[in-house]
């Protein structure tokens, strides 16, 4: 006797994966299939059994360090008068106060600026869209942090709760002499500076690992030699603890660093360490300096990031210029803007503006990636994490998108690109269907099938 089969309405929607630019949005443009879609009925029991099989060759997901969310946020930190809120300012279009005395600062603000990407252009002069949502990252403008913010130092205590707050840094460093400009440490020096910083953050977060040290082994102690499975986790824990400890206050290095298993990951992450959180070093120069792309810190600034944090990214920037740049109305006048500096300090190279490398590095260290909706209708980005599956990519636009999830038919942006139309991909053999392990990848555009029954709605 055949097997019957159950029916089952579905609904399409298309989606595209691209790694500049996130959005934090919450509509999408649907595609009714049609015809009822198929599949085979299995009986419970059969289910059962195939749920409880592990996968052939599965690989294990490495565990990254941060908050398991597509909503990060970068803070901006550095000692006062560095150009922190002239740089949150640029950033995001805003006015947040930027005068010249120490702790001009002192609430942290918020605000989301766009993320440029090319591909997201290229997709709204394709689909000539109604509505285009473009992406954003959001930043956080946080007061100056001064030697001995760790014991209380300035506002230090405050501060560095609002730097745990976020979930990763733009540090800034002052790179340019300029008398009317304070420095709280009487002169310019910026690989200073960072050590100042860095140790202050490095010394909060072996003060709070000592106390949770202390706490934990406490409670091993009373346990002795207990041996139920909630008993021995709690000993594990102790052991990474202390790992964790002998790393920051031993090794006098930072957290993110380290190299630690998926486990270790796991506790690190519940401690919301300061010395966890990725870095990107941003030199601030002179308008001179920034154009001539010269400046006397420059090399010893690359050193220190070497030496002490090898691999982090160094942007310099000139906050003066990017002010210039946000006061002028028309792209016809920045690039004039940029021509004259050109000229001026007689560079043989074009001059452009840091603030597109400034904010995708920030996506990029939160190990963030990007898909888009795309249609006649609306052009929209969305954010997820590296290692996403196609599910969980899916339930960012709406929850029934994952709790419904059958399968991903995905094609690459490039492919789309090249080839000009989604039936030119299909002919081409590069339209390819993908189940719930399938990762969503940089650049890929996806049309995700699901179903919700209105039984499982009432569940």
């Given at each position: 006797?055949q ?10 929607f ?7 630019h ?6 999408a ?7 009822l ?12 059994t195939?749920?409880?099989?592990p996968?052939k ?5 490495k ?5 398991p969310s597509?909503?990060?946020?970068m803070g ?52 000539k ?7 954003f ?9 001064v030697k ?20 990763g840094?733009?540090h800034v460093?002052?790179?340019f002499?300029d ?6 440490d009487?002169?310019v020096n ?8 860095s140790?202050?953050?490095r ?7 000592a106390k ?6 406490a409670v ?24 964790v ?8 290095k ?5 190299t630690?298993s998926?486990k270790?990951v796991e ?24 154009a001539?792309?010269k ?6 600034i ?12 160094l ?6 210029v990017e002010?210039?740049?946000a006061?002028l ?8 803007y940029?021509k004259?500096?050109?000229?001026r300090?007689e560079v ?12 995708v ?8 990636i990007y898909?888009?909706t795309?249609?006649p209708?609306e052009v929209?980005?969305w954010?997820?994490?590296?290692g996403t599956?196609?599910?969980?990519a899916?339930?960012?636009?709406h929850?029934d ?12 942006y490039?492919d789309?690109h090249?080839?000009?139309s989604?039936?030119?991909?299909k002919a081409?053999?590069?339209?390819v269907?993908?189940g ?8 890929d555009?996806?049309?995700?099938k ?8 009432k569940?």
């Open positions: 006797m097997e019957p089969l159950l029916a089952f309405s579905t609904k399409l298309r989606v595209q994966s691209c790694f500049q996130p959005i934090i949005s919450t509509t443009r649907a595609y009714c299939l049609g015809p879609f198929l599949v085979p009925h299995r009986s419970s029991s059969t289910r059962s195939r749920s409880k099989m996968p060759n599965a690989v294990v997901e565990v990254l360090l941060g908050r597509n909503n990060l946020k901006i930190v550095g000692l006062p008068n560095v150009g922190k809120s002239s740089t949150f300012n640029v950033l995001t279009s805003s006015s947040a106060s930027a005068e010249n005395f120490p702790f001009c600062t002192i609430d942290p603000q918020e605000a989301r600026c766009p993320v440029p990407d090319a591909r997201f252009d290229w997709l709204c002069d394709h689909y869209p109604s509505s285009k949502v473009p992406a990252l959001t930043v956080f403008d946080i007061a100056g942090l001995g913010a760790s014991q209380g130092q300035g506002l230090g205590n405050a501060f560095l709760s609002h730097v745990r707050a976020v979930d840094i733009f460093v002052r790179c002499d008398e009317e400009i304070v420095h709280v009487g002169e910026p690989v200073r500076d960072l050590e100042t910083i140790e202050e953050l010394i909060k977060d072996e003060e709070g690992l949770k040290v202390e706490e934990l082994g091993v102690k009373r346990l002795g030699g207990g041996g139920t499975a909630q008993d021995k986790a709690k000993k594990e824990e102790y052991e990474i603890l202390k790992k400890y002998a790393w920051v206050a031993e090794e006098k930072e957290v993110r660093k380290g630690w998926n270790e506790v690190i992450n519940t401690l919301l360490l300061l010395t966890a959180k990725p870095v990107v070093y941003l030199a601030n120069l002179s308008e001179k300096d920034f001539r792309k400046n006397k810190w420059l090399a010893k690359k050193q220190w990031i070497d030496t002490t944090n090898p691999g982090d990214l942007i310099p920037y000139s906050v003066t002010a210039r740049l006061d109305k028309t792209p016809e006048e920045r690039s004039e940029l004259s500096l050109q000229e300090y043989p190279a074009p001059i452009t503006s840091a603030l597109p490398k400034i904010i590095s920030g996506y990029q260290v939160l190990n963030l898909y888009f795309g249609g209708d929209r980005a954010t997820i994490r590296k599956k196609a599910p969980q899916a339930g960012t636009i929850t998108f994952e709790k419904g999830f059958i399968m991903a038919e995905v094609m690459r490039e789309l090249e080839l000009g989604d039936n030119a991909v081409g053999g590069k339209y269907q993908k719930k392990e399938y990762v969503v990848q940089d650049g555009i996806i049309y995700f699901f179903n919700v029954t209105t039984q499982a709605k569940k």
